[in-house]
């Protein structure tokens, strides 16, 4: 069972950008679907952004044009840009993975604020 752990998660002023990262403990070459979720206080877990082991990417209207998602094969990581970031996108970001079951890092932090 692939092991993901995410980083780059921290305070950020609004208008700012982080950039989140996932390793995964095995090659994602064959990995159906890499992607970010996130889950805010009180709310329901939601997808984020995901992409397809051939690079095709998928993303939340709340996010399009300011997250970018991408995956390195190489160093058997995923990324999620994010710029312009507002208070309502504070919230604990899950790196996930599909093959033959979803799979689930342990989450980071993403908190934005004056």
């Known amino acids: 069972q692939v092991q993901l752990v995410e980083s780059g998660g921290g305070l950020v002023q609004p208008g700012g950008s982080l950039r989140l990262s996932c390793a995964a403990s095995e090659s994602i070459k064959s990995i159906d679907i890499m992607g970010w979720y996130r889950q805010a206080p009180g709310k329901q877990r939601e997808a984020v952004a995901t992409i397809t082991s051939v690079g095709y990417p998928n993303y939340a209207e709340s996010v399009k044009g300011r997250f970018t998602i991408s995956r390195d094969t190489a160093k058997n990581t995923v990324s999620l840009e994010m710029t312009r970031l507002t208070p309502e996108d504070t919230a604990v970001y899950f790196c996930?993975?599909?093959?033959?079951?979803?799979?689930w890092g342990q989450g980071t932090q993403v908190t934005v604020s004056a």
């Open positions: 996930t993975s599909y093959f033959g079951g979803w799979h």
